[in-house]
């Protein structure tokens, strides 16, 4: 069954979340492969539009590994206590040499 774009956005508004999280692997449906050293940020998504959500505004994460591998990104809701779902980011996948990554609001979203 396909759910008509409409559908899709309803259903991505509906998912609560207040925090955003960079991992080094699959996070799956628990969370897992959480960069720790990052933390979970708050953040905010747009409302949805086209069957998806995109991130408000960038989020900077700092004390990472320089160079560290950052391949998903997680999203959370009580200030980080629930994992909602997490993606698998595209574009630059490794913080820079001082450790900090930028997950850019232009790209990131939570797809239906």
Known sequence: MAFAVVARNEALDGILVDRVSLHNGDPGTTGA???A????????????????RLLNADVEFTGLAGSESVTHFGVWLNSGDVFKC????????AANA???YTLKGT??????
Do not use: P
């Not at 050293?37 to 998806?52: D, H, I, P, V």
């Not at 997490?86 to 996948?93: N, R």
């Open 107 to 112: 790209t990131t979203k939570i797809t239906a």
């Open 33 to 35: 492969n959480l960069i």
């Open 98 to 100: 001082a450790g900090e």
């Open 37 to 52: 050293a990052g933390g979970k940020l708050a953040a905010t998504f747009n409302a949805a539009a086209s069957g998806e």
């Open 86 to 93: 997490g993606e698998a980011l595209t574009g630059d996948q």
